[in-house]
């Protein structure tokens, strides 16, 4: 797997949005009036461009695949940050719903585990034809940064197929959140390093 750069950002984006264009826990987030794909978009480049900063952005060696995991003490520059909340605010969520999505998020961030950590934030594959080979790509990858930094993988999934995917690859639920209003059901995963 390579790192995403500004050259091959596009092709990450577009893999992100074709991959979660039917993700509950994604289309939750984003303001249900307007084009939604474009707000899907603007989402997507958010979550890539803030992995990018956190030197966290990788895409497969075949074009199809991203993921975007960092260790959870990465840091971004605080106006690039604030400018991509604006961007978020104005662009995909709308400001009427900015308290609960920020009321969503510390509820997430505070099921997820103080100590350091890699944070698998999205996990994308554009080709389902060619997706078995591409998701090993990323398996292997994301197992071999665990060895390296000797450190253990969180994620957080509200698909089922998702979360069977990640149980068959070695992680574990280690909590749920049933968010009921929404109809969503999220899982929270874990996988310790393998020495």
Known sequence: ??????ATKKTALR?????FGDNPGAL???KKKGNLRKRLAVLCLFCLE????KQGAYLTTDNNGVALIFKNTA???PFKWIWGYIQLGNKCIGWDRAYSIIRRERTIQGKRPKREHLYFWMLAVENNSFGLSTIIE????TYQLSQKYNLPIYAETSLPKNR???ERYGFKVYDTWIIEKEEITLWFLAREPIN
């Open 15 to 19: 893999i992100l949005v074709s991959s």
């Open 50 to 53: 803030v992995s990018m900063q």
């Open 164 to 166: 069977l995917m990640y």
């Open 75 to 77: 840091r971004q520059n």
């Open 28 to 30: 939750w987030v984003i």
């Open 1 to 6: 797997m390579q790192q995403v750069t500004e």
């Open 138 to 141: 990323i398996r292997d990858f």
